[in-house]
């Protein structure tokens, strides 16, 4: 018997019990559901993940930083230097540029020396807020959604502020309002007596977590903290007095180096090494995500599979009434000249049919599925200012695998009942009632 008959008597001998059928496949999409939306659910934020990483260039950046040691999410926060380690100046900078493979360099400098921030009606506290110096020479960029990235033409005040910054300065239902307009940054009370309050103009709004201002280098120089340092000094002579700003004082507390290809991490991180300095490679931490991800993956497919392998235990059920329902017809196989191997074949496939078609109504049912989570999460990614839409996908290769693990679970499942069916002895068959 071909194949394709094998099928088609298969389905036809499964349409004689409707419910029975149809509740065994129910199972059965119940646990390719489980699966196929699970694995889908952690391969789409795991490719989000992977996107908003190269949108902000985080999978070719290097971070270095004047001391060793720090993983590359520590560095990401390294705003200030106690002038521990080796310094980082503009002579450093010149020569990480110069390092092989690396495109471009540029210093980073902490802002945080400001307690609020006011508009034209609102006036909020930033004292938390993360505030960065860099050169405007594509080593930092911003997923930006209104308005443009940092220019070289900013130095006069031009910022870069976040979507949650402009929502409590009063722009929440105005987002494009913000821009152009005029925020004056008002010095922390431990900075007064050397900072006074600084204008600044909006030319873009960045999706970034929390508060957040981005300013070029030069501006955050210029409005930086000058302090009077007085050294020496005795009953004869008088002190040394310098001033002078953090930055002069101790260099800079990182930078961010970009590389030609993310391949190349590692070669420049050990480059980077060898001048003294502390690196961390974005690619680790997007390494250490992945894996992360992987691992969630691999949890949540073992959870379907258990849903799976309860449906598994619903088509040994359905077969082994089939061969109790069917004992009689099965002699009568036996008897005109059907093999061991024919009978067996038979229930194989008709076993397999039920795991087919519990697969394929399965997948159909997790694009439903897909398509009312994409409805949901649109409706966030637009509230966050983020401009990606229908996130949630399932992949073709995860949709066909499934199809076929569970076409073989039911085989499987049904081997047994096929082997019991096969192993009839033909006589005894044909005397049941």
């Not at 971070?63 to 100046?89: F, H, M, N």
């Not at 307690?115 to 860099?134: H, P």
């Amino acid at each position: 018997m071909k194949f394709k008959d094998q099928f088609r008597t298969g389905w036809r001998n499964l349409s004689r019990q409707k419910l029975r059928t149809s509740l065994t496949i129910f199972a059965i999409v119940i646990g390719a559901v489980s699966v196929t939306v699970m694995l889908s659910l952690v391969t789409s934020a795991k490719g989000f993940l992977m996107s908003s990483f190269e949108k902000t260039g985080e999978d070719r950046r290097v971070i270095v930083t004047p001391v060793s040691g720090l993983s590359y999410g520590e560095a990401r926060w390294q705003t200030w230097s106690d002038g521990s380690g080796k310094k980082i100046d503009d002579a450093a900078i010149t020569a990480l540029a110069g390092v092989p493979g690396v495109t471009s360099a540029t210093p980073i400098v902490g802002a945080q020396y400001y307690d609020s921030a006011k508009s034209a009606n609102t006036e909020v506290s930033v004292s938390n807020s993360f505030m960065l110096g860099y050169l405007t020479n594509g080593s930092v960029t911003r997923d930006v959604t209104h308005g443009r990235a940092l220019e070289a033409g900013d130095d006069n005040g031009g910022v870069l502020i976040s979507r949650g910054l402009a929502e409590n300065l009063g722009f929440k239902d105005n987002l494009e309002g913000a821009l152009g307009q005029k925020i004056t940054l008002k010095p922390r009370k431990d900075f007064s007596e050397v900072m006074k309050d600084v204008d600044v103009t909006v030319v873009g709004i960045m999706f970034a977590d929390g508060d957040a201002i981005d300013m070029t280098l030069k501006f955050a120089l210029d409005t930086a903290p000058v302090f009077e340092r007085c050294e020496g000094g005795g009953p004869n002579t008088q002190p040394t007095c310098t001033k002078e700003s953090d930055v002069l004082r101790n260099g800079y507390p990182a930078a961010y180096v970009n590389i030609d290809n993310k391949d190349n991490a590692d070669a420049v991180v050990e480059e980077v090494k060898k001048l003294g300095y502390g690196a961390a490679a974005g690619q680790e931490e997007i390494n250490a995500q992945s894996q992360a991800f992987t691992i969630l993956g691999a949890v949540l497919g073992g959870i379907g599979g258990i849903a799976l392998l309860v449906a598994a235990i619903g088509v040994i059920n359905t077969m082994v009434m089939a061969t109790l329902e069917r004992t009689r017809e099965i002699g009568i196989m036996r008897a005109t000249g059907a093999t061991k191997r024919t009978v067996r074949s038979l229930f194989t496939v008709e076993a397999g049919v039920l795991g087919f078609m519990g697969g394929v109504f399965g997948i159909v049912l997790s694009f439903g599925v897909a398509i009312l989570l994409n409805g949901v999460l649109n409706k966030q990614l637009e509230d966050g200012g983020i401009s990606e839409r229908n996130i949630v996908s399932i992949p073709p290769q995860i949709a066909i695998v499934v199809i076929l693990v569970t076409t073989l679970i039911g085989m499987i499942a049904g081997r047994l009942p096929a082997r019991r069916a096969a192993n009839l002895d033909p006589v005894e068959a044909l005397r049941y009632e």
